[in-house]
């Protein structure tokens, strides 16, 4: 024993020059890596490539095996390589001791939680924050996260989640960036960066995980862990792209595979996405997580037999760590004994858990996330509250202002403040806080009441019934309008009434899919019986996903998106009613007339009848528009900007300058995001309408014209055909440029 705990010493003093190494000395690394491997048996390997969820919280279905003091016995025996759902500096530091200091080789575990956005303090949702286009301020509001989920104890989130999704009606739209595959591109790699930072050894720094790899946002219906069907130019030109950059642009370190199956076969057990994408093409040499119990589920997907299958496939597809499914730690030891699976199949998943752990500098201190002191400063630290504020300002879109309703002056007398949802502290927090606190966000209402004591409230309708903690399904109140009266009688003697209405903060969310994308429960009624007596209402929408607002659209004067904002939510949607900040915001997601539109997406194909309008035999409705309510890229401002004077040069066959004038032509100033795409007319696959290549946010004062340029190159005039190959074709191209995809200047240009 004694002579084990040497070789661990000497291994560890190895062990801490390599985890400092920089990048060119890596080679250095892997030789300690291959040493420390070298040191360790078959269960032992395996056990690395074993997660299991701690005590705390609980993110999947509970657990058919395993309890707690089998999970200790295992930890102490080096055969579990990582825990999720372990926080707080105390908890970690004592289940980390169990493997440090009871398992033979004292290898360190990994601390796994889905840090989604922020952790304690919360920032928005993080379709919102997409709605900044704002990369400097999402990659901070990531670093913050990290910066907290790292002082409670935490290595390593279960973010960003770079799924493309162009239905409204899958719960998770809300943890993602929208439908643009552009897009979601830059705020991927921001956010790997935001939580990996400059210094992965750093103790304020956490490894991050690109999910779910592949396709999960194309779930049939929208109905989460549905059957998802995707061509393979869709696979690589709408899906992969976020995935690729994260390891490209970020050297993101790890990946989650996902529930749904691609081409028939399940994600987790899939060698095309493993083997042959990510770490065959991509040259990916992180480890792969598998989502909870995906490898498990595999058994009901009707591709895997049994649990000892699943441990079978899943590995030998190159799923190298299995959450909640216990299929490893089970079965792998005796399949690679018995010759089903190759050792070095687990020497490999090994060797790369192993490598990040190096990287974190856990085996220089193992505990170096477990400071309570630090724990203590850094929660709810006012930087980060300063922040949150911030970046949810910088979250809300303004869909409609008619005749300047917005901004409300602050000497505003008789205001009527309605809805449920502004009262509530717990809503704006939304889904995916799993650190947070419950009822800990500023309210819509308390946000006001800082501004002016001119506010009455009425809740009007409760909108669930019931417990809301996570889990539970939600009760949706269809029945209880008692509240009506006082709503009513309060719009009447209102001289305004700003109306607070949308979904709770766990309508969204995992599992959490809509048929309807209305506005819930017996609200839109609220709202109608309201406009009856006053129609000079200022309808704040908080939600987690597009909702189809069309009656309000034609009704109201002045709409807000206010999504879920966070922490700060209410301080930031006052501000932004009352003028002192300026919105910005863009919709990151077209939003649709009708939940039958869905999926609706902004860069569509033309098909062989695209119209025009008006015509029986082209693709439209018969009882709705085929047009958005707002399209992808919307979202006006206090002040109003003009383009003009787009011009374009073709440099050579591969490189394109385009330039645009943005003028201010308000007397406010404010921010424009100025957003360029581009059409590529004839080509050997079909192209979409419209496609997003480049975008800047600009700042302009009133009155203040601004020229703003972009480059383009092989890497944005390009695409992927079926086959995976990269092609930039000659011919003909629009480019377009505007504040909105469907506002629009455009000219022409032709590659030779
Ligand atoms: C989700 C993942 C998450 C995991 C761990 C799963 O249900 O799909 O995104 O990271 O739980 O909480």
């Known amino acids: 024993m004694k002579t084990i705990q040497l070789l661990s010493l000497v291994l560890i003093a190895g062990w801490m020059f390599a985890c400092n190494a920089p990048k060119g000395e890596l080679d250095e690394l892997d030789k300690k890596v291959e040493e420390l491997l070298g040191q360790m048996t078959l269960e032992e390997k395996v056990g690395q490539m074993n997660q299991y969820n701690g005590f705390y919280d609980v993110t999947g279905p509970a657990p058919s095996a395993g309890d707690a003091k089998n999970k200790y016995d295992h930890i102490k025996k080096g055969w579990v390589g990582s825990m999720l759902n372990v926080r707080g500096a105390k908890n970690v530091r004592e289940m980390q001791s169990l493997a440090v200091d009871s398992s033979r080789l004292g290898i360190p575990m990994i601390f796994g939680f889905d840090v989604i956005h922020g952790h304690k303090t919360l920032s928005p949702i993080p379709l919102a924050e997409s709605a900044s286009w704002d990369l400097e301020a999402i990659e901070k509001s990531a670093r913050i996260a990290a910066i907290e989920a790292s002082a409670e104890g935490l290595n390593w989130t279960f973010a960003p989640m770079v799924d493309i999704s162009r239905d409204a009606r899958w719960g998770r739209v809300m943890e993602g960036a929208g439908e643009d595959t552009y897009l979601g591109t830059r705020i991927g790699v921001a956010r790997v960066k935001g939580f990996q930072g400059d210094d992965l050894s750093a103790n304020n720094t956490i490894a991050a995980c690109a999910k779910h790899f592949a396709a999960y946002g194309f779930a049939e219906g929208g109905r989460d862990y549905n059957t998802v069907d995707v061509g393979t130019a869709t696979l690589y030109n709408v899906v992969f792209p976020p995935f690729k950059a994260a390891i490209e642009e970020a050297d993101v370190k790890t990946f989650m595979n996902s529930f749904n199956i691609v081409n028939g076969i399940p994600a987790t057990g899939n060698s095309f996405l493993m083997r042959d994408i990510l770490k065959g093409e991509w040259g990916f040499e992180g480890y792969v997580i598998s989502d909870w119990s995906s490898g498990e589920e595999m058994i009901d997907h009707g591709f895997a037999r049994d649990t000892a299958h699943v441990a079978q496939l899943a590995a030998i597809a190159g799923s190298d760590m299995d959450m909640e499914s216990y299929a490893y730690v089970k079965y792998l030891a005796k399949h690679v004994r018995e010759g089903r699976v190759a050792e070095s199949v687990v020497d490999e998943a090994a060797r790369r858990i192993l490598k990040v752990k190096f990287e974190l500098g856990l085996f220089d ?3 170096k996330y477990c400071d309570e002191a630090r724990e203590k400063e850094l929660i709810y630290h006012q930087d980060h509250m300063d922040a949150a504020l911030d970046m949810a300002k910088k979250s809300i879109v303004l869909l409609k202002n008619e005749n300047n309703t917005l901004p409300l002056s602050k000497e505003q007398k008789k205001i009527a403040v309605i809805g449920t949802l502004a009262k509530d502290k717990d809503s704006p927090l939304g889904n995916w806080r799993m650190a947070g606190e419950d009822n800990t966000a ?3 209402l308390e946000g006001l009441e800082k501004y002016t004591s001119n506010i009455k409230y009425a809740e009007g309708v409760k909108l669930v019934t019931g417990p809301t903690a996570f889990p539970i399904e939600l009760e949706v109140n269809e029945t209880d309008r008692s509240g009506f009266k006082e709503a009513i009688r309060l719009a009447k003697k209102s001289e305004v009434v700003i109306m607070v209405l949308g979904e709770h903060g766990l309508h969204s969310g995992e599992a959490r899919s809509r048929a309807n994308i209305d506005l819930p429960g ?4 609220l709202l109608e019986e309201v406009y009856k007596v006053n129609q000079n209402i200022i ?13 309000a659209d034609e009704h109201l004067r002045a709409i807000v998106e206010a999504w879920q904002l966070g922490t700060q939510a209410g301080n930031a949607i006052a501000e932004v009613l009352f003028g002192d900040y300026n919105p910005s915001g863009k919709l990151p997601m077209t939003f649709p007339r009708h939940v039958g539109q869905v999926p609706m997406y902004y860069n569509y194909f033309n098909t062989g009848r695209p119209g025009p309008d008006g015509e029986l035999f082209y693709p439209h409705y018969m009882d709705e528009s085929h047009l958005p309510l707002y399209a992808f890229g919307y979202g ?3 002040s109003s900007f003009e383009y003009s004077d787009l011009k374009v040069q073709v ?3 591969e490189n394109v300058s385009v330039e645009v004038m943005v003028k201010n032509t308000s007397s406010v100033d404010g921010e424009e ?3 360029l795409y581009i059409r590529d007319r004839v080509a050997s696959i079909v192209r979409p309408v419209k496609e997003l290549k480049g975008f800047d946010k600009i700042n302009l004062k009133a009155g203040e014209a601004q020229s703003v340029s972009f480059k383009l190159s092989k890497k944005e005039l390009g695409f992927y055909n079926g086959n995976g190959e990269f092609l930039l074709e000659p011919g003909d191209f629009d480019v377009m440029i505007g504040g909105s995809s469907d ?9 030779n």
Request: hydrophobic letters at 50%; aromatic letters at 10%.
């Open 539 to 551: 309808l704040v929408l908080t939600n987690g996903r597009p909702l189809a607002i069309t009656w």
């Open 365 to 367: 201190d193992p505990y």
């Open 743 to 751: 506002k629009v200047l455009t000219a022409s240009f032709v590659l």
């Open 522 to 525: 017996l609200q839109q009624e």
């Open 673 to 675: 995001v100025v957003q």
């Open 636 to 638: 006006l401002s206090y």
């Open 651 to 653: 440099v050579d066959k």
């Open 442 to 444: 500023v309210s819509v």
